[in-house]
């Protein structure tokens, strides 16, 4: 073998071994991202894809309930309006007039949804704080309820709390 088919060899080896490594490192990149855990989509300026990690980064409030059963619960989260907020939803001052009929739908992972107003989220409308859980008790939520959970105090039926929640769309 000459000089140069031994260089030209070595160079083949070379750059098929440097695409195998980086293959390999996308490969590890790719797989090291987190799931994401909320889609927070529809008419609004910012399309958001949250993770559980980003979820629990936001302003958290902790609220005392009595569950489906009649059982008293602590669950803890992210009011709904921060992470509408944080998309650009019309809120405060900027919730009037025709975006009055602005609403909320809340999708689980499961097929089933729910349809809120945008006002029922606003603190400047209501006292109560719509809560997208992740935690109850102090623990992570479990199989059945979470990851994600709405918890929506004063509703005398529990068909809006919502468990599983994977996607909330803005509707006009």
């Not at 009929?101 to 097929?111: L, Q, T």
């Not at 107003?117 to 059945?144: T, W």
């Not at 918890?151 to 769309?169: C, N, Q, S, Y």
């Amino acid at each position: 073998m000459t000089l140069v088919d031994r260089h030209w060899r070595s160079r083949a080896i070379f750059s098929s071994l440097l695409v195998l490594l980086l293959c390999a490192a996308a490969n590890v990149f790719a797989q090291a991202a987190p799931p994401v855990a909320l889609h927070l989509t529809g008419d609004v300026p910012n399309h958001l894809d949250l993770t559980l990690a980003d979820i629990a980064a936001f302003p958290r409030q902790t609220i005392h309930v009595t569950d489906e059963k009649g059982t008293p619960v602590e669950y803890s989260g992210v009011p709904v309006a921060e992470i509408l907020q944080k998309a650009g939803a019309p809120l405060g001052k900027e919730l009037k007039g025709p975006k009055m009929a602005v609403a909320v739908i809340a999708r689980a992972a499961d097929g089933y949804h729910v349809l809120f107003s945008l006002a029922e989220f606003d603190p400047d409308f209501s006292d109560r704080v719509i809560l997208l859980a992740d935690r109850r008790d102090g623990k992570p939520l479990d199989n059945h309820e979470g990851p994600l959970r709405f918890v929506v105090p004063g509703d005398k039926r529990h068909a809006r709390w919502i468990r599983g929640v994977t996607m909330l769309e803005v509707v006009p």
